[in-house]
């Protein structure tokens, strides 16, 4: 069974630029997550999807963050504009039911 | 909110012996509760699930305890090895609700040979 896909795993980029992450849940899985991981730090939901609706959003900066889960499956994360603050490691998971199965991760660093 | 507490300060043990960390928590309690690993540049990797109503759960050299009057679990491993060298995370769900996790900062366990 194919893990969660998630790409690129590394970013660099300046403040008040823009950026994208990607993520491909497992074949089935109907939740998906967005995690903020800080080094030294648990990961930190951002948002949560159930098929294409939104279930939980409520620690999603959303004057700055975005994400969308078209059609149930894959599923983007923006960023626009960064701040530095931001330097962290986002994380997609996908789950059954109570299990998460995450990906790799996507490193961005803010300059 | 619940506040989730797991010792910051790195565990080193020698291997062959048990290792023994500690996942507290503050409020309500869950009910469930699940472990994962994490290595370096990798994303955590799910371990061991238990429910309120179990007091141990074991998967090969792992076992888990959960005490709700305490509000803790403890994760066990067992005959440690090198390769079991990672930052381990306890992860709680919300009052209502069963997929959302809110993760603790995680341990890290060194075993040296």
């Known amino acids: 069974e194919a893990g969660v896909a998630q790409s690129p795993r590394y970013k660099i980029i300046e403040k008040r630029q823009s950026v994208a992450f990607w993520c491909n849940p497992i074949?089935?899985?109907?939740?998906l997550y967005w995690y903020q991981q800080i080094l030294g730090q648990g990961p930190k939901l951002l948002i949560q999807?159930?098929?294409?609706?939104?279930?939980?959003d409520s620690q999603l900066p959303k004057d700055r963050f975005s994400a969308e889960r078209l059609k149930g499956v894959d599923s983007t994360l923006k960023i626009q504009p960064a701040k530095l603050e931001d330097s962290a490691v986002y994380l997609c998971?996908?789950?059954?039911?109570?299990?998460?199965?995450f990906g790799p991760g996507t490193r961005l660093t803010v300059l | 909110s619940q506040k989730i507490e797991q010792n910051s300060e790195a565990l080193n043990i020698q291997e062959g012996k048990t290792a023994t960390l500690t996942c507290n928590y503050t409020?309500?309690?869950?009910?469930?509760l699940q472990w994962y690993r994490q290595d370096p540049g990798r994303g955590p990797v799910f371990l061991l699930l238990?429910?309120?109503?179990?007091k141990e759960k074991r998967k090969e050299r792992l076992k888990v305890t959960f005490d709700t009057t305490l509000k803790q679990s403890l994760f066990h491993i067992t005959a440690s090895q090198p390769a079991d060298s990672a930052t381990y995370l306890c992860?709680?769900?919300?009052?209502?609700?069963?997929?959302?996790?809110?993760f603790g900062k995680g341990t890290m366990l060194l075993v040296s040979p």
């Open positions: 998971a996908s789950s059954p039911k109570y299990t998460q199965y």
């Open positions: 074949s089935g899985h109907a939740t």
């Open positions: 999807f159930q098929n294409n609706g939104v279930v939980d």
């Open positions: 409020n309500y309690s869950p009910a469930y």
């Open positions: 238990i429910r309120e109503n179990e």
């Open positions: 992860a709680l769900p919300p009052r209502s609700g069963y997929s959302t996790l809110t």
